[in-house]
Nanobody, 120 residues
Framework: QVQLVESGGGLVQAGGSLKLSCAAS????????MGWFRQAPGKERDFVAA???????YYADSVKGRFTISRDNAKNTLYLQMNSLKPEDTAVYYC??????????????WGQGTQVTVSS
């Protein structure tokens, strides 16, 4: 199985930027499709972005044009560049991995999450 550790969260003002990282270990990173999800207090975990084995990307409508997902297979790391942040982006952000399909909330592997707080 693969182990995932997120980093890069923090407190930022509205309009600012953050870059999240997700370091993977334990299995061949390139064999996994990867995704970012987020969960705000009292809400369900929602899809943010995903990237396939070949580099195809998918985004939630709420982040399209502001967030960019990428991966560096040589470094076993997934990234999420977040620009033009809004207070409604405040959440715990999780990375997820799946060998068979693009990750959903049912993905088998998850990190512990990193908090992103956007102040108005």
């Amino acid at each position: 199985q693969v182990q995932l550790v997120e980093s890069g969260g923090g407190l930022v003002q509205a309009g600012g930027s953050l870059k999240l990282s997700c370091a993977a270990s334990g299995r061949t990173f390139s064999n996994y499709a990867m995704g970012w999800f987020r969960q705000a207090p009292g809400k369900e975990r929602d899809f943010v972005a995903a990237i396939t084995w070949s580099g195809a990307t998918y985004y939630a409508d709420s982040v399209k044009g502001r967030f960019t997902i990428s991966r560096d297979n040589a470094k076993n790391t997934l990234y999420l560049q977040m620009n033009s942040l809004k207070p409604e982006d405040t959440a715990v952000y999780y990375c997820a991995a799946d060998r068979k399909v693009v990750p959903t909330t049912q993905a088998p592997y998850w990190g512990q999450g990193t908090q992103v707080t956007v102040s108005s």
